[in-house]
């Protein structure tokens, strides 16, 4: 079965400070990958997803993820975080022949920026 | 468009009530399902529906009735509360059914059985 891992559940940064947060899959087929962030109060909202090709890929506000197939991750990276990116963020997978709702997600990762 | 919408945003309940939870798009999207959120543990896949009146089961779909009469609307109906469904619940639908497709969330539901 597939599963998927965050191993940072809380993480405390000062602004301005680098940010990479780590996600790893496990599964032996072919996989589309997602990262989806929640900031306090709202939705779920897309980050960036991949699926195949280049495997660095950008998403909204500045965040950028790589695909390391070797390593079955998909870390989450942004050069330099700001006050407002405190959310908390969920890295999720899918079989690729699979349907859109049966995503898998990890258990999350809380992020706080200090000003 | 308002997107995915959920009420109410927080409830409170005594073991043995029922209660629905609502769920509302106005994206015209066949793709809908109900996911809960645990600490500790991602979101989980309750009930799904490929479109109005075709409904199925995803990983924990015990103690939780769906149904499916119009494309806009996806209710979740719990039957007899139990604290194990203390929880936070996410609606969310997708235009297409491919695993590519983007899942747009709804807020959330907290729920809180006493």
């Known amino acids: 079965a597939q599963s998927v891992s965050q191993h940072n559940h809380h993480v405390i940064l000062s602004e301005a400070a680098s940010l990479e947060l780590g996600c790893n899959y496990s599964y032996g087929g072919t996989v589309n990958l997602f990262w989806y962030v929640q900031y306090p109060g709202q939705h779920l909202q897309l980050l960036l997803k991949y699926f195949s090709g280049d495997p660095l890929v950008k998403g909204i506000k500045g965040f950028e993820a790589e695909f390391i197939k070797s390593k079955f991750s998909f870390n989450l990276r942004k050069p330099s975080v700001q006050w407002s990116d405190t959310a908390e963020y969920f890295c999720a997978v899918n079989d690729s022949t699979d349907s859109s709702y049966k995503l898998i997600f990890g258990s999350g990762t809380r992020l706080l920026v200090r000003p | 468009n308002a997107g995915v919408t959920q009420t109410p945003k927080f409830q409170v309940l005594k073991t043995g009530q029922s209660m629905t939870l609502q769920c509302a798009q106005d994206?015209?999207?066949?793709?809908m399902s109900w996911y809960r959120q645990d600490p500790g543990m991602g979101l989980r896949l309750i009930h799904y529906s490929v479109g109005a009146g075709i409904t199925d089961q995803g990983e924990v779909p015990n103690g939780y009735n769906v149904s499916r009469s119009t494309t806009e609307d996806f209710p979740l109906r719990l039957l007899s509360a139990a604290p194990s469904q203390t929880s936070v619940y996410f609606c969310?639908?997708?235009?297409?059914?491919?695993?590519?497709?983007?899942?747009?969330f709804g807020p959330g539901t907290r729920l809180l059985v006493l």
């Open positions: 969310a639908s997708s235009y297409g059914q491919g695993a590519r497709e983007t899942q747009y």
């Open positions: 994206m015209n999207h066949e793709y």
